[in-house]
Every structure is written in structure tokens, then in C-alpha cells.
């Protein structure tokens, strides 16, 4: 029988928790569903002993050393920044990596692996509040600001809190097949497995964030009815407003006239069920699209790429399908610029991206802190 993966998970005072405690959970469960121990998990912490999280449940940790299989940085806010000081966590991080089968972080956590020198040259996903920062700091990396994580070469980041999971999920997929990794998300009674382009921005949250009654009722009633008619005269009707009134509110309410609103609930859908293996003609169906041509014409309109299934029995869900977002910020947050060439050899294509134009989503205090 082969030897567990050492894996650790390293901790600080101040760390988030569930950039600890979310991915453990999934490699726990990992060990639970195939009946033995493939990971031997180990969170580890500048001076071991208790660690205490930002919402101030305390982790009980070993002292950083040895070398582990895989690691993972958690995110974190002041603490970060005190871990990231000390001379002796650089120096193991700087020593172990060259000789792990894959390291990385969740959230904020790549401050400290790019701080280390171990992100050169790679792409990388932080939390959406911090891609400025950490470009601006270190202009040797490229930071993608939407993915919910990437993986480049050995190296694997995820952007804020929950993402842990995913990236987790995908770590598992790729050591123990998808059905494992589908059985422990089942388990977690998740929606669904997020793949790591998808977005950090959803569309529904923005809107949801945004948008007054009656608007986010009609939101939540438009999601579980994708694959019905959603046009202007269906939606005032449900909103209690004429035509004409409703496509003036709604449009200031959410920033989207209600025909763009609705094709972009319909694509991070079909985005979803991509991911989960299911036929293009079976995905345009589910959300709207009525025809694989529609939704094919749809998701490159958006997306600079033609949609290919990438779930079970047509590959990993980490595959970078239709990405066609990618930045390297050069500005410190107000408008960076890089060239992507989208996966289906499209073409090249010039994004331009401002974060201040998130208006409607603020940041989470200890997010927001992380890097200055």
C-alpha cells in the first residue's frame, strides 16, 4: 500500500479559518471515502501550538518542518503581514517547494508565497479585492482577477474563502478520479462543483447586492426559471410594473438591461453544467438557449471561445475552458491590459478591466487590509 500524501496546511494568528479549516475538511473526507489514509494532513504554524483565526477560534498546530507532499497558504488580514516578516517561514517555504509534488494558496495566502519569490512567472488567483495589490507588488507574476482558482504547473491558488474548497475538490479530483471528488461535494451538499474559471463575480450576488424589491425576488424567481421566457413583457408582469418602467428600473437597479441580465444568468449556468459533463444540446435546454447553436454563439459572444463539456468522461474540471479574462495588472487597480488567447485558438484578443467599477460589491474587512 503506498505511503499517505503529506499534506500541510500553514496557519498564522489572525489566518482565516475556513482557508484552513474548508480545504482540511474536503482532504478529511477524502480519507473517509476511499476507506483509508491517502492524506496524512497536518496544519502547521509559524511557532506551532494554538493558533487563534480572525473570528477567533483557535487551531491546534505543529511547529513549521519536514517536508511535505503538497502545501497550501491560508489567507489572513494583519497576521499575514506578521507572518509574512519572518525570516523563517520564507526560508522553509523556499526549501520545501522545490521538492513538493504541488504547492500553493487560498485567498491572501499567495502574499506570502510571492513575498517567498515562489510565483515568478506564474498565474495566479488571489481574492478579488486583492488583484491590484498583489500585482502592483509583484509585477513578476500575472494575476487573474475573476478565476476562482488557477493551476500553472505545480502551482495551484484559488481566490477567497469558500474557493478553498474548490481548488480542494480539484486537488482531490486529480489524485483520486472525479467520482470521488463529486461523492465528497455531495457529501458537502453543494450546488454544484465550481470550475476555476468560473468567475469570482457572479452576476445573481452583484444583482442580489444591487438591486431593490421588488428586484430581488424577481432574481431569485428568474434563476430557478432559465429554461422558460424571460422577456420584458414576462418580467414586468412578475415585477408588478409596466414595460416600460420596469426596463428603466431594473436597468439602474443592476447596471444590465434585462436581455444582457438575463443572457448572463443563462452562461454562468451553462458554465456550470459544462462542468458537469452534460451535452451541449442538453445544457442550452436547461438554461434557455433552446438550440447547442444558440448557446454556442452566446458563450463566445462572451467569452471569446466556443463551449466544450469538460465534466465527467470529457476530462478535468480544472481544464481552462473559455477563459478568456485574464489581466496583468500594470495600474495598481484602475485599468490593466494583457493579451489571452482563448482556448479554442480563437484568435487574440485585448481585455480591459477596472475593479472600481465593482461598485456594488465592497470588501470583506479583512480582505480589504490584507496588502497595502
Not at 478529511?28 to 471515502?33: T, Y
Not at 488571489?126 to 488557477?150: G, K, Q
Not at 472525479?178 to 470550475?195: D, G, K, S
Not at 444582457?260 to 438557449?289: M, N, S
Amino acid at each position: 500500500m503506498a505511503r499517505p500524501h503529506k499534506l500541510a496546511i500553514l496557519a498564522y494568528e489572525g489566518c482565516q479559518l475556513l482557508d484552513v479549516t474548508g480545504p482540511a475538511a474536503v482532504f478529511g473526507a477524502a480519507n473517509d471515502a476511499v476507506g483509508r489514509k491517502v492524506y496524512d494532513l497536518a496544519i502547521v504554524s509559524p511557532d506551532g501550538g494554538l493558533v487563534t483565526t480572525n473570528c477567533g477560534v483557535a487551531l491546534s498546530s505543529r511547529k513549521i518542518g519536514g517536508q511535505p507532499d503538497t502545501f497550501l497558504v491560508a489567507g489572513g488580514s494583519l497576521g499575514l503581514k506578521v507572518a509574512m516578516a519572518r525570516e523563517d517561514v520564507a526560508r522553509w517555504l523556499r526549501r520545501v517547494a522545490p521538492r513538493t509534488t504541488r504547492f500553493g494558496s487560498v485567498c491572501t495566502g499567495a502574499f506570502m508565497l510571492a513575498a517567498a519569490g515562489l510565483l515568478d512567472g506564474k498565474r495566479v488567483a488571489t481574492h478579488w479585492a486583492s488583484c491590484a495589490r498583489l500585482a502592483e507588488r509583484f509585477p513578476a507574476l500575472s494575476v487573474d482577477a475573476e478565476a476562482l482558482y488557477i493551476v500553472d504547473g505545480k502551482v495551484w491558488t484559488s481566490a477567497g474563502v469558500t474557493t478553498g474548497i474548490d481548488m480542494a475538490l480539484a486537488l482531490v479530483e486529480a489524485d483520486l478520479g472525479a467520482a470521488t471528488a463529486n461523492l465528497i461535494a455531495r457529501h458537502f451538499v453543494l450546488y454544484a462543483r465550481r470550475p476555476g474559471y468560473q468567475s469570482q463575480f457572479s452576476p445573481l450576488l452583484q444583482a442580489q447586492t444591487a438591486a431593490e424589491a421588488p428586484f430581488a425576488a424577481l432574481i431569485d424567481w428568474m434563476q430557478a426559471h432559465l429554461d422558460e421566457p424571460l422577456d420584458v413583457p414576462t418580467l414586468a408582469r412578475r415585477a408588478g410594473l409596466t414595460e416600460r418602467s420596469f426596463y428603466r428600473k431594473f436597468t439602474e437597479a443592476t447596471g444590465k438591461t434585462p436581455a444582457h441580465f438575463v443572457e448572463a444568468l443563462r452562461l454562468d449556468a451553462a458554465r456550470t453544467l459544462l462542468a458537469q459533463g452534460l451535452p451541449l444540446k442538453a445544457i442550452a435546454g436547461k438554461v434557455g438557449l433552446t438550440s447547442s447553436a444558440r448557446l454556442g454563439a452566446a458563450f463566445e459572444r462572451r467569452f471569446v471561445a466556443r463551449p466544450r463539456v469538460i465534466g465527467p468522461g470529457g476530462g478535468s474540471g480544472v481544464a481552462l475552458i473559455a477563459q478568456s479574462r485574464l489581466w496583468r495588472y500594470r495600474t495598481g487597480g484602475k485599468c490593466g491590459k494583457s493579451f489571452a488567447r482563448s482556448p479554442q485558438g480563437v484568435g487574440v484578443v485585448t481585455v480591459r478591466y477596472s475593479l472600481k467599477k465593482r461598485k456594488n460589491i465592497r470588501p470583506l474587512p479583512d480582505v480589504e487590509s490584507a496588502e497595502g
